[in-house]
């Protein structure tokens, strides 16, 4: 494969590839069901006809963290993550994709796509992110991203997801905690912005068994990025979505499968070490 074709497909694929893989793989927990304040409980929160809870006062935000980290074996095991590595099969509307991502707290991600005839990587060390294609007609070719593009790279390799960075890491702000809708079913939504200010973001929460069924991240250009969690299972006392689906707007973009999940095992430095030997294209 040219460079050309190369860097044609990457940049059509490779921030959807990522974008479903990460969150899928990330490790996703539930949360209690909260009380709702009544319009005799304290706080600041305002209320609708049916007297529930629009805007979350502070009491209810600290109640909703408690009860979430808990719910996950408390702070301690939770802050006490380092590392994970998962493989499986990424579904495309053109291909299926086995895939093998590494991940090391703090700061180091590695996602592994392999292709019939070659594989590619995306690298994120710190400070430094690059993707790398090994095989084909070139035996290492790699692109040092920069700017914007490192940018939401780096975002979409953080090793929690969204909702648990807004808990246990204080990375944001919610907005709303009322029940909806969901599908014709009822379910508990937190609305949440996040440290990036182009995104809002609402997740939708299963009553029955507490499990995270969907989030819809609203862009500041008005378009939608939906996914969908299904087949929990759990690894190391921890539960994750083994099938998650992702669509921009309507549009189906990937399926991610997860066959093997493992968290806190050795990881060798070496999966996130610049190939210094590689071609590095402009």
Same mark, same amino acid.
């Given at each position: ?78 802050? %006490?993550? $380092?590392?994970?590595?998962? #493989? ?5 509307? *053109?291909? +299926? &994709?086995?895939? !093998? ?34 095989? %084909?007609? $070139?035996?290492?070719?790699? #692109? ?5 593009? *490192?940018? +939401? &790279?780096?975002? !979409? ?36 912005? $996040? ?16 499990? !995270? ?70």
């Amino acid at each position: 494969m040219e460079p050309t074709e190369f860097k044609a497909r990457l940049w059509m694929w490779g921030p959807f590839i990522l974008a479903g893989l990460l969150f899928a793989i990330t490790v996703f927990f539930v949360v209690s069901l909260l009380n709702k304040p009544t319009s005799s409980d304290s706080g600041d929160g305002k209320e609708d006809a049916s007297g529930q809870s629009i805007l979350a006062p502070a009491s209810s935000v600290d109640s909703l963290r408690r009860s979430y980290l808990a719910a996950n074996g408390g702070e301690a095991l939770l802050a %006490g993550l $380092r590392s994970t590595r998962t #493989r499986g099969i990424l579904e495309t509307p *053109a291909e +299926r &994709i086995p895939f !093998l991502s590494v991940k090391r707290r703090p700061g180091q991600s590695l996602l592994r796509l392999k292709f019939p005839d070659y594989e590619q990587s995306f690298v994120i060390d710190g400070d430094v992110v690059w993707v790398q294609f090994t095989g %084909g007609q $070139r035996d290492s070719v790699v #692109r040092l991203l920069e700017g914007d593009d *490192a940018n +939401r &790279i780096r975002r !979409l390799g953080t090793f929690f997801d969204p909702v648990m960075e807004l808990f246990l890491l204080n990375e944001g702000r919610i907005n709303e905690i009322e029940r909806g809708d969901f599908q014709d079913e009822t379910a508990i939504v937190v609305e949440f912005e $996040r440290e990036d200010p182009n995104i809002r973001s609402k997740a939708y929460i299963d009553p029955d068994n507490l499990h !995270l069924i969907s989030r819809v991240d609203t862009l500041s250009d008005g378009n939608e990025r939906r996914f969908f969690y299904s087949d929990y299972r759990e690894v190391d006392g921890v539960l994750m979505p083994f099938d998650v689906e992702s669509y921009s707007n309507e549009t189906f973009e990937n399926r991610v499968i997860v066959e093997k999940s493992e968290h806190n095992i050795g990881i060798y430095s070496d999966y996130f070490g610049f190939p210094e030997d590689a071609e590095v294209l402009e």
